[in-house]
C-alpha cells in the first residue's frame, strides 16, 4: 500500500513527529575533563585506553579516567558470551564499568581476577584515517599482570576515534577474541609499516 502525501503527514503529526526541517540538533553533554596528553592524539588515546582499562591486584579500573575518554553517547560492545551467542550486550561507559564493577565484587577469592589483577596491551595495530575519524584495530593482549611472560587471551579491539573540539574521543568499542575455531590471522600480529 502506497501512502498518499495527506495520510503520511497526518500519520507523522499523530505521532508528535512531523515533516517540517528538524531545529538545531540539541547541544552535546559538557565534555568530560581529560588529561590533555590522553586526548592529544589518535595514538595517546589508545595508549590511554589500553592503560585505563588495567587494575593491579585488589584494584579496580580508573574510571574517571575511563569516562573521560569517550564521547557522550559512546558504545561499549564485547564479543557474545558463551552462555548466549544469539545476545549482544552494547554498553554506555557506566554500564561497562558497572558490569567490570559487579564481575569483581563477585570474584574475590585469591585467585579471582580481582585479586590477580588485569593488565592489556596492544600487540600490534592498523590504522585508516580520513578528516577527524580514525578507526584502529588493534590487536590485545591480557595478562593478569604487565610482567607475566604470556598473556591469558588475545583479540582485537575495533576502536573507532573522532577529533572534535580540539581533542580526541573514543566513539565506540567492539572487541572479540581468541577461542577454539577462532585464532588471530597473521597480518593482525604485526603493525604495517
Same mark, same amino acid.
Given at each position: 500500500m502506497r501512502l498518499s502525501p495527506t495520510i503520511l503527514a497526518a500519520a507523522l503529526a499523530a505521532t508528535g513527529l512531523d515533516a517540517q526541517q528538524p531545529g538545531p540538533p540539541p547541544p552535546l553533554a559538557a565534555p568530560s575533563t581529560a588529561n590533555p596528553a590522553d586526548v592529544?592524539?589518535?595514538?595517546?588515546?589508545? *595508549?590511554?585506553?589500553?592503560?585505563?582499562?588495567?587494575?593491579?591486584?585488589?584494584? %579496580?579500573?580508573? /574510571?574517571? &579516567?575511563?569516562? #573521560?575518554?569517550?564521547?557522550?553517547?559512546?558504545?561499549?560492545?564485547?564479543?557474545?558470551?558463551?552462555?548466549?551467542?544469539?545476545?549482544?550486550?552494547?554498553?554506555?561507559?557506566?554500564?561497562?564499568?558497572?558490569?567490570?564493577?559487579?564481575?569483581?565484587?563477585?570474584? *574475590?577469592?585469591?585467585?579471582?581476577?580481582?585479586?590477580?589483577?588485569?593488565?592489556? %596491551?596492544?600487540? /600490534?595495530? &592498523?590504522?585508516? #584515517?580520513?578528516?577527524n575519524l580514525v578507526h584502529v584495530f588493534s590487536t590485545y593482549e591480557s595478562r593478569n599482570t604487565a610482567r607475566d611472560s604470556l598473556p591469558f587471551t588475545r583479540g582485537i579491539n575495533s576502536i573507532q576515534l573522532m577529533k572534535h573540539n580540539g581533542r580526541w574521543w573514543v566513539v565506540n568499542i567492539a572487541w572479540d577474541q581468541e577461542r577454539p575455531g577462532l585464532e588471530l590471522p597473521t597480518e593482525y600480529l604485526t603493525t604495517p609499516r
Open positions: 592529544a592524539s589518535a595514538d595517546a588515546i589508545v *595508549t590511554a585506553l589500553y592503560e585505563a582499562v588495567g587494575f593491579p591486584p585488589g584494584g %579496580r579500573q580508573d /574510571s574517571t &579516567r575511563m569516562r #573521560s575518554l569517550f564521547f557522550p553517547g559512546a558504545h561499549l560492545v564485547p564479543p557474545p558470551s558463551p552462555r548466549r551467542p544469539d545476545s549482544v550486550a552494547v554498553w554506555t561507559v557506566d554500564e561497562y564499568l558497572r558490569t567490570v564493577n559487579a564481575l569483581l565484587d563477585r570474584d *574475590t577469592s585469591a585467585t579471582g581476577m580481582h585479586a590477580r589483577g588485569f593488565s592489556e %596491551r596492544e600487540a /600490534s595495530r &592498523r590504522t585508516e #584515517s580520513f578528516g
